[in-house]
């Protein structure tokens, strides 16, 4: 089974661009996830869907930050513009239902220069 | 608010030893108690989850010990491997949406 799918991997751009990461969840899932790792503030959710639908975006850092998902099988994290304290590794999971694990991408590490 | 905490930090066992890492929680209405294991490289995956309703989970080398009193629940691993070098994640949820994930524990296996 095909596991939950980010792309890009690895993404440097510069300060003030804008960037576009994308998660494909496993299908079947109805909750899709996207958290933040960093070393100083570990893992942090960030926002949450249900059925396509955002539930609770209260970890989104800031305007920079807009998360979408048009259909079950996609979801995209936007930040516009970027900036340095952005990089980190972004991750992407999804479960089944509330009440089911959580399985998680392998990121997308991002540098801002 | 930081509203699971994990330690140590860090930690270095020799193989077949005993690794134990330990998690406390501030939030009683928590009802899922994961941990999850990463790679470098990798996103983390889920190793062992336990409810509130049991005081001891076991899976293979991997235990979870938990005191509903204490707020406190902790992963023990068993004939410690080099493989089971990782990081490693406690964490809470409410009615399984929001992970709320303790700070990480870098183990080492010597061999």
């Known amino acids: 089974d095909a596991g939950v799918i980010q792309s890009p991997r690895h993404e440097v751009t510069e300060m003030g661009q804008e960037v576009t990461l994308r998660c494909k969840p496993i299908?079947?899932?109805?909750?899709l996830f996207w958290y933040r790792q960093t070393m100083m503030r570990g893992l942090e959710l960030l926002i949450y869907?249900?059925?396509?639908?955002?539930?609770?975006d209260s970890g989104m850092p800031e305007d920079r930050f807009s998360a979408k998902m048009p259909n079950a099988s996609f979801s995209t994290l936007k930040i516009q513009p970027s900036e340095p304290r952005d990089s980190a590794v972004y991750f992407c999971?999804?479960?089944?239902?509330?009440?089911?694990?959580?399985?998680f991408g392998d990121g997308t590490r991002l540098s801002i220069l | 608010q930081q509203q699971v905490k994990q330690s140590p930090q860090s930690l270095i066992v020799q193989k077949g030893g005993i690794s134990i890492i330990n998690c406390a929680y501030e939030?009683?209405?928590?009802?899922?108690f994961p941990w999850y294991q990463q790679f470098p490289g990798k996103g983390p995956a889920l190793l062992i989850a336990?409810?509130?309703?049991?005081s001891e989970k076991k899976e293979g080398r991997f235990t979870i010990s938990f005191n509903k009193s204490a707020k406190q629940f902790s992963l023990h691993i068993m004939d410690s491997q080099p493989g089971d070098s990782a990081t490693y994640f406690c964490?809470?949820?409410?009615?399984?949406?929001?992970?709320?994930f303790g700070e990480g524990t870098q183990l080492t296996v010597n061999p």
């Open positions: 999971a999804s479960s089944f239902s509330s009440n089911q694990p959580q399985h």
């Open positions: 299908s079947g899932h109805d909750y």
């Open positions: 869907f249900n059925n396509n639908v955002p539930i609770d």
């Open positions: 939030n009683t209405a928590f009802d899922y």
């Open positions: 336990i409810r509130p309703d049991v």
């Open positions: 964490a809470a949820t409410l009615r399984g949406s929001r992970l709320t």
